[in-house]
């Protein structure tokens, strides 16, 4: 705290508030580490893993249910991409594989498109809406 005459100009504690304590800014970076890992077919997949670590240790800290939701499409998006890819690789022997993974990265396209414009909207991406 720092005393000026009369007046008094305090200062919060930067610990508690910035950059990476806005639930918004959180999740747009987990949005965009998600996706780097995704875009480059793997070759960053520890942002992809980053982003699920970051998901699953900021879940608790927010307060807005609308980021939890986010939270969810991704873990949900993930988890589930990752049982189809395993599963189009084990099909490639019969060729029925080609066409899981090909499904699957649509799909997983299709989910971050829509889920990162809900987030620039602020709305849920489990809004039957859009």
Same mark, same amino acid.
């Given at each position: 705290?720092?005393f000026?005459?009369?007046?008094t100009v305090?200062?919060?504690?930067s610990?508690?508030s910035?950059f @990476?304590?806005n639930?918004?800014?959180?999740?747009k970076?987990v949005?965009?580490?998600f996706?780097?890992? @995704?875009?480059?077919?793997?070759f960053f997949w520890?942002s992809t893993?980053?982003?699920v670590?970051?998901?699953y240790?900021?879940?608790?800290?927010?307060?807005?249910?609308?980021y939890?939701e986010?939270?969810?499409?991704?873990?949900?998006?993930f988890?589930l991409?990752?049982f189809?890819?395993?599963l189009g690789?084990?099909?490639? @022997?019969?060729?029925?594989?080609?066409?899981?993974?090909l499904?699957t990265?649509v799909?997983?396209m299709?989910?971050?498109?829509?889920?990162f414009?809900?987030?620039?909207?602020?709305?849920?991406?489990?809004?039957?809406?859009?």
């Amino acid at each position: 705290m720092i005393f000026q005459g009369d007046n008094t100009v305090s200062f919060s504690d930067s610990s508690s508030s910035g950059f @990476f304590s806005n639930p918004k800014t959180i999740t747009k970076i987990v949005y965009i580490l998600f996706a780097l890992g @995704f875009i480059t077919s793997g070759f960053f997949w520890p942002s992809t893993l980053l982003s699920v670590v970051i998901i699953y240790n900021k879940r608790g800290e927010l307060g807005n249910a609308m980021y939890v939701e986010h939270f969810d499409w991704l873990l949900y998006t993930f988890w589930l991409s990752l049982f189809l890819i395993t599963l189009g690789l084990i099909l490639t @022997f019969i060729y029925i594989g080609y066409l899981v993974i090909l499904l699957t990265v649509v799909w997983v396209m299709y989910r971050l498109v829509k889920g990162f414009s809900c987030l620039c909207d602020e709305i849920s991406p489990y809004n039957t809406n859009t």
